[in-house]
T-cell receptor, first 115, second 114 residues
Framework: AQSVTQLGSHVSVSEGALVLLRCNYS??????LFWYVQYPNQGLQLLLK??????LVKGINGFEAEFKKSETSFHLTKPSAHMSDAAEYFC?????????????FGTGTRLQVTL | AAGVIQSPRHLIKEKRETATLKCYPI?????VYWYQQGPGQDPQFLIS???????DKGSIPDRFSAQQFSDYHSELNMSSLELGDSALYFC?????????????FGEGSRLTVL
């Protein structure tokens, strides 16, 4: 069974500081990995995805993530946090079944950005 | 660009009532997924459809049913509503060949059961 574990349900950083949100996966087959962001009372927006091309993936809003097979990790980073980054972040995993392949989400990490 | 459209955005029902949520996928997307997100929870997969056939089933209660119609829109029907059904219900659409299921989510329908 495939799953993702997000370490830390809440992360607080100062504006301008490095953002690091952790995600580890377990999958019996090569996974596809995603990071989604959810702002209050809104839907889920895709930040970036890993699909076995490049291990370092760049996404929107200055975020990036690195797939590390040896560590089964896909941590999300941003060099300098902005107040507008405050949101809930979900790591998700799926694999290609050739038809419909659902996403399985982690429990989420709430990012707080302080002045 | 067109996005996934969900209606209604907000719905208030009494216990034991019935509710229907609708989802209109992005044009040319033929897969639809339904997720339920309780307060402070991660989205839980309910059910999915590919080309109007059910393709996968998750933790969907027997009181719930769903289908995908010929125009690819989908409806989630919930009967005998319980307080615990209060949640944000997301619909997502995607293409089957989209490398492991990149999904595009709607804004969600918030169901409150009183």
């Amino acid at each position: 069974a495939q799953s993702v574990t997000q370490l830390g349900s809440h992360v607080s950083v100062s504006e301008g500081a490095l953002v690091l949100l952790r995600c580890n996966y377990s999958s019996s087959v090569p996974p596809y990995l995603f990071w989604y962001v959810q702002y209050p009372n809104q839907g889920l927006q895709l930040l970036l995805k890993y699909t076995s091309a490049a291990t370092l993936v760049k996404g929107i809003n200055g975020f990036e993530a690195e797939f590390k097979k040896s560590e089964t990790s896909f941590h999300l980073t941003k060099p300098s946090a902005h107040m507008s980054d405050a949101a809930e972040y979900f790591c998700a995993v799926s694999y290609d079944t050739g038809t419909a392949s659902k996403l399985t989400f982690g429990t989420g990490t709430r990012l707080q950005v302080t002045l | 660009a067109a996005g996934v459209i969900q209606s209604p955005r907000h719905l208030i029902k009494e216990k034991r009532e019935t509710a229907t949520l609708k989802c209109y996928p992005i044009p040319r997307h033929d897969t639809v997924y339904w997720y339920q997100q309780g307060p402070g929870q991660d989205p839980q997969f309910l059910i999915s459809f590919y080309e109007k056939m059910q393709s996968d089933k998750g933790s969907i209660p027997d009181r719930f049913s769903a289908q995908q119609f010929s125009d690819y829109h989908s409806e989630l029907n919930m009967s005998s509503l319980e307080l615990g059904d209060s949640a944000l219900y997301f619909c997502a659409s995607g293409l089957p060949g989209s490398f492991g299921g990149e999904l595009f989510f709607g804004e969600g329908s918030r169901l409150t059961v009183l």
